[in-house]
């Protein structure tokens, strides 16, 4: 069955038509990192997005430097289609990381603390302590953290430690009083107590003492009767892509279990050590490690700044964080009349959901909550690959299981850094008679759907939810996704068909309007593709607009090189990954928008000869999404749903703020205000229903306030 989802041979490219996936990542993250020096943020949302890039930072070692870690010790050669060699991405990747986490500190320790110092957030060494917050910190370590330190000598007694994933310890070097022996130490630092500690609270601010300071301060008390040579915090990252063969597995579960074993303990791929550790200690770490110099990273100051986050939550300072965003109740849901249901209003006509400018609440989890308890639905079937850990979508299901209702769900137990919470819930949705299946051997399930079957009168009727986004109720106001709620019939027939194939044995299975990989997907992208180059051959209008969060398929790119070529408009709207080039092709622009909501939806539109094609739904443009998962694009049928959807795609192609484009030397820049004489900023400057032409044009407005503007008035 396999075989006929085997990839198509790939092309021989041309490497020079290519950007090299790692480096365009790299790129992405350091566009987040502008949003960290933008003043036109408030104060702790730039703090918060240097926890995201360096939170970015720590999943990129584990997957992507990981990953090539394998194929450089397994002497497998170029597989990047840009030509490179591992070696050469690994040195290059590290070139470009230590110039990004030089800015990130210079913004974060020269740029942000002086200005949370003048808004009352004071940060303090032990030393600067006056006596009596002296004595109130002396007396946490001692009822807090003393009774959870673990001092672990290493020595021929006692064998190094493990030291877990992105854990921070502190490196000790001691001299033996009696013999002036030297002996080394580790001392983890506890993830469970806060990474800034409240020495005081008052109307004029809080101080807050890092914690690392407080436990190099008290570090003696744990070696009595030891001189104390030099005491350094390292942080490591280990290796995430663990290799597996599903199809010699006899138990998926099983497998996945082993899987987040062995990742426990895989290779060491990052080393964080403070500038200051003594030569002695660094080479002891990486003999033990087992890394190289270019995995040691120095680091100036605080290590895992990915816990900046904590610095965002402080309570007492709403005013340096953007007001919160409250989604708006869908307007056809929100006019619903007494008693009627949710499937009426669908019944009626399709609707989309913008998350987050939608409630997710209302939308999406009443729609699973009405099916759980409606007595007149008899089947429920949902896709998982990522939810909250206390989903209330999976509790409606459970619910409605055990009421005897008929309830599937294909979770993901591969989604990377989900597999344990995804293990959890297949348990307990079992647990509670629901039918769990766990897709297709070598292929992530990773369409996003609900299905519903009714009984209404003599016939049954089935509703679908069709999106690009997980059900998953925290980061739906978090990330920019879309959802379409259908009732029509050829839709809702594919969707029970998909469920069946995934369920099932259906290796042939077609569909009436779905977009399905891997089998059907790439070949109608292509020819869509395809068919906008003959009309501009043609003199006819032809344009290409894809929303996307990456797009790598050197395929898919160059049928877009060849259409550009041909005189199609193309614009690329993709936040992250983009190894399109656009140098010597102007019909192409490549545009990039980061703001405070996670650009997530994939989104795409054809004009077709005048039919003004739009499509929405899981797949990106990339070679795992067409040709190793089973993804679900949908058309998108209704007049006014169009276009709304045009007037998103508008608002991103239109405004100025928070939007970066792909320049022919591979850089970035974003936009000015318009009417300032500030000039562009590269990301490589960065280290050193109504008329929608009323949004479109408010420049000076970020895209998504435009949007939050336009789904309150």
Request: glycine residues 6%; negative net charge.
């Amino acid at each position: 069955m396999l075989q006929s989802f085997d990839p198509p041979p790939r092309p021989d490219p041309d490497a020079e038509q290519f950007a090299n996936y790692e480096l365009s990542w790299l790129k992405f993250n350091w566009r987040v990192l502008h949003q960290a020096t933008d003043s036109q943020n408030p104060l702790l949302e730039r703090v918060k997005f240097i926890g995201i890039v360096k939170s970015n930072l720590d999943e990129f070692f584990q997957k992507r430097v990981g990953g090539l870690k394998r194929q450089l010790d397994a002497d497998i050669g170029s597989l990047s289609m840009d030509g490179m060699m591992p070696a050469d991405q690994l040195e290059a990747i590290h070139e470009e990381v230590k110039k990004m986490i030089s800015r990130v500190r210079e913004v974060f320790f020269e740029e942000l603390v002086p200005e949370m110092e003048t808004q009352g957030i004071r940060f303090s060494s032990y030393e600067e302590l006056t006596e009596k917050q002296k004595t109130k910190m002396d007396r946490y370590f001692d009822e807090q953290l003393y009774p959870i330190l673990t001092p672990l000598v290493i020595d021929h007694a006692h064998p190094f430690p493990f030291i877990s994933n992105k854990s921070r310890s502190f490196a000790v070097e001691l001299r033996d009083t009696e013999t002036g022996e030297p002996v080394f130490a580790r001392v983890k630092i506890p993830g469970n107590r806060p990474r800034w500690l409240t020495v005081s609270r008052g109307k004029k601010g809080v101080t807050l003492l890092l914690i690392d300071d407080l436990l190099r301060e008290k570090i003696h008390r744990l070696f009595p009767g030891a001189r104390i040579v030099s005491a350094h915090v390292f942080r490591i990252t280990r290796n995430a892509d663990v290799a597996r063969n599903e199809e010699e597995a006899d138990d998926l579960l099983e497998m996945i279990e082993e899987e987040l074993r062995e990742r426990k303990f895989a290779a060491v791929v990052r080393l964080e050590a403070e500038s200051s550790m003594t030569d002695s200690i660094r080479k002891m770490l990486m003999e033990r490690l087992g890394v190289g110099k270019n995995d040691i990273y120095k680091v100036e100051g605080a290590i895992g700044l990915a816990d900046a986050v904590e610095l965002y939550k402080l309570k007492g300072f709403d005013h340096l964080r953007f007001s919160s965003w409250v989604p708006v109740v869908h307007p056809e849901l929100r006019r619903d009349v007494a008693g009627d249901d949710i499937f009426s209003t669908i019944r009626k006509q399709d609707l989309l959901v913008h998350h987050p400018y939608h409630s997710f609440a209302t939308s999406v989890q009443r729609f699973v909550e009405e099916a759980a308890a409606d007595p007149s639905v008899l089947a429920i079937k949902q896709t998982l690959y990522r939810t909250s850990r206390d989903s209330p979508l999976m509790h409606a299901l459970m619910r409605a299981a055990e009421d005897g209702k008929q309830v599937a769900v294909l979770i993901e137990l591969k989604a990377r850094f989900d597999e344990e919470r995804n293990m959890e819930w297949a348990q307990r949705l079992e647990q509670a008679g629901v039918h769990v299946a766990y897709g297709i051997a070598g292929l992530k399930i990773h369409s996003k759907m609900t299905i519903v079957v009714r009984q209404e009168g003599t016939r049954l009727q089935r509703y679908a939810h069709i999106g690009t986004g997980n059900y998953h109720p925290d980061t739906a106001q978090l990330y920019e996704d879309l959802g379409l709620f259908t009732a029509r019939e050829d839709l809702t027939a594919d969707v029970s068909d998909l469920f069946n194939f995934l369920t099932g044995f259906a290796p042939m299975q077609s569909y009436r309007k779905l977009l399905v990989a891997p089998r059907y997907m790439r070949n109608h992208i292509t020819g869509m593709i395809q068919f906008e180059a003959a009309q501009a051959r043609d003199g006819k209008p032809a344009q290409i607009i894809m929303k996307m969060n990456n797009l790598e398929d050197p395929l898919i790119i160059k049928e877009l090189y060849e259409a550009a070529d041909a005189g199609v408009e193309i614009d690329c709207i993709v936040r992250s990954v983009c190894r399109l080039k656009t140098s010597g092709r102007p019909n192409i622009r490549v545009h990039s928008v980061i703001g405070r909501f996670l650009e997530h939806s994939r989104l795409y539109y054809f004009h077709a000869g005048g039919e003004n094609r739009y499509f929405l739904g899981s797949a990106d443009m990339m070679h795992r999404n067409l040709d190793a998962r089973v993804e679900a694009l949908t058309p998108v049928l209704q007049d006014d749903i169009c276009r709304y959807l045009q007037l998103v795609l508008d608002s991103y192609l239109n405004c100025t703020l928070q939007r970066w484009q792909l320049q022919g030397d591979g850089n970035y820049i974003v936009n000015p205000v318009q009417g300032e004489t500030n000039e562009d900023v590269s990301d490589s400057d960065v280290d050193g229903k109504s008329d929608s032409r009323e949004v479109v044009t408010a420049e000076k407005i970020p895209v998504q306030e435009l949007l939050m503007r336009y789904h309150t008035r």
